[in-house]
């Protein structure tokens, strides 16, 4: 039988050696996208949650723009905050997106920098300690290919890895959403008829010129 004085050691061994705190996470987000068709060479970037210093327009119900069918529009740029201490590690980072509920995809985050942390798309730097940012840039995913004619929902999560396990920001029951519209092309019937009326007048035209 186990005397008090070894249960209390027991205890107070189990107060030293039980469950750590968590020694990574994640603490801000962004989301980059350029609206125009004209190829991905210009990002606006949103944040996805509140910000001290709110230097950038929230992406949660952001309207994206209104857009023709099988025109471009690109998602650019992800950038991911996260926090380590106390032997924490982070070792890579994804962010994920889709449109409405389609499959999510998955994005590769580069290790960006330490602190200090550039709030993307502006100069001002924020963070402390061991904190980093993981970070795409340049991405070129067109996230109205397929999309059909209606209101729609581009819908972004991010994961850092750590040598903890997953740490998210968002997640896929609970993304960040922004809004955007699509409109159908003309019916290509209609676009002919058009066409014919035009060359019908053209021809009219070189007739008369003929006369
Ligand atoms: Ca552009
Ligand atoms: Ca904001």
Known sequence: MKSPTSLLAGLALCGLLGPASAATGTWASFVGVDADADGPDATQWYDTSAWATDLL???????????????????????????????GDVTGA????RVDSGAWQELTLNWGSNVPLTIPGTASTTGGGEDQSWRLVGGQVNFLAGASAGQHRLQVYFKALTNEGDRFNGSADTPFSAGFSVSAVPEPASTALWLAGLVAVGLGAARRRMR
């Open 94 to 97: 994804r962010a994920y997106w």
């Open 57 to 87: 327009p929230d992406f949660a119900n952001a309207n994206l723009g209104s857009f023709t069918q099988g025109s471009s529009a690109w998602l650019t740029g992800a950038d991911l905050f996260v926090w380590k201490n106390s032997g």
